[in-house]
């Protein structure tokens, strides 16, 4: 199993970037993206369901963020919009096999191996 997140770069404040990140070796039923700023803890950010149209979002990213699949490409996408300087971060993507939201970092078995978001002021 691999996750490989991409897509992180340097942006001003207000501009907009997009991640991926592609899964290989098999499915899950839950992925989702963390960001982690330097000093801080892991942070959950946006967790969608592999099949139907559910997703959740943390308070602070809500109406700016929003989470996507492509199950053909077995792709995950954050689209982050209206991007402040305390999005910056780097961000991860992880799966878990679970049929209840987990915003925990401890709850997903599988991780990315992360890229950095800057958004400078």
């Known amino acids: 199993v691999q996750l490989q997140a991409s897509g992180g770069g340097l942006v001003q404040a207000g501009g907009s970037l997009r991640l991926s990140c592609a899964a290989s070796g098999r499915s899950f039923r839950i992925y989702a993206w963390f960001r982690q700023a330097p000093g801080k803890e892991r942070d959950f950010v946006a967790a969608i369901r592999w099949s139907g149209s559910d997703k959740t979002y943390a308070r602070s990213v809500k109406g700016r963020f929003t989470i996507s699949r492509d199950n053909a490409k077995n792709t995950v996408y954050l689209q982050m919009n209206s991007l402040k300087p305390e999005d910056t971060a780097v961000y991860y993507c992880?799966?878990?096999?679970?049929?209840?939201?987990?915003?925990?970092?401890?709850?997903?078995?599988?991780w990315g191996q992360g890229t950095q978001v800057t958004v400078s002021s």
């Open positions: 992880a799966a878990v096999d679970s049929s209840v939201w987990r915003v925990g970092e401890d709850d997903y078995d599988y």
